[in-house]
């Protein structure tokens, strides 16, 4: 009796430590260093509070075809296939053309003074 309940309240334990794992997410870092020729921050963590993570995030399909993100997607970094050796067209064929397609429009529909270059490429101090 008293090894069963031990076993029990072990198996408990184990149970609500797997599903506390499993329901915390991944959120990548909170903040992106991007080694550029003019470095960029990414406040990674800004814009998960305020945006779905499919704004930015997608995959690729076998045929190297983009796919809209879904949830549980695994995330690769943005130039693994963002180069010049994936055969992307020529403006998102390098970090600098999709922070620029992509993050700069987003930027200049939601304000702005945040599509300003030294908001991403921060002057060294």
Do not use: W
Request: charged letters at 25%; proline letters at 4%.
């Amino acid at each position: 009796m008293k090894k069963s309940f031990i076993y029990g309240v072990a198996l408990a334990f184990f149970s609500v430590v797997a599903l506390a794992g499993i329901s915390m997410a991944d959120n990548g870092p909170a903040d992106i260093h991007f080694d550029t020729k003019k470095p960029v921050v990414f406040p990674h963590a800004a814009h998960q509070a305020r945006l779905e993570c499919g704004i930015c995030h997608h995959g690729k399909d076998d045929a190297g075809k983009q796919v809209a993100y879904s949830e549980g997607m695994a995330i690769a970094k943005c130039e693994s296939c963002h180069n010049k050796d994936a055969g992307m067209p020529k403006k998102l064929s390098s970090l600098k053309g999709v922070g620029h397609a992509k993050c700069k429009t987003c930027h200049k529909e939601t304000d702005k003074k945040l599509a300003k270059c030294g908001v991403c490429h921060p002057k060294k101090k």
